[in-house]
């Protein structure tokens, strides 16, 4: 079982940057494949972007490709989320997630296990 700890959320205006991480610990993050999803008010949770085990394959909900980049250091057990242009419809709470298999990722009945979230609010 690995426990995920998500950082980096907070308040920014439109056009800015943040960057996620999720710390897991319990067991090696390379025996994961990693992403995040994100839950606006209101709203159900959503993927946003994957990255396979060793890093060599990601995938990105269509509404943040070329703005945000999903990245992982083994050594370091840590995945990241690199947002920029950030714009107001990106407001969530953002969820790490981690499943034994990269297909899994893709949608939010597949996930194994989740963080609690961190809270990104872009204002416009």
């Known amino acids: 079982q690995v426990q995920l700890e998500e950082s980096g959320g907070g308040l920014v205006q439109a056009g800015g940057s943040l960057r996620l991480s999720c710390a897991a610990s319990g067991r090696t993050l390379s025996t994961y494949a990693m992403g995040w999803f994100r839950q606006a008010p209101g709203k159900v949770r959503e993927f946003v972007a994957r990255?396979?085990?060793?890093?060599?394959?990601?995938g990105y909900t269509d509404s943040v490709k070329g703005r945000f980049t999903i990245s992982r250091d083994n050594g370091k057990n840590t995945v990241y989320l690199q947002m920029n242009s950030l714009k107001p419809e990106d407001t969530a709470l953002y969820y790490c997630?981690?499943?034994?298999?990269?297909?899994?990722?893709?949608?939010?009945?597949?996930?194994?296990?989740w963080g609690k979230g961190t809270l990104v609010t872009v204002s416009s």
């Open positions: 990255i396979g085990k060793l890093g060599a394959n990601t």
């Open positions: 997630a981690a499943d034994s298999n990269y297909g899994g990722l893709a949608y939010v009945g597949g996930v194994d296990y």
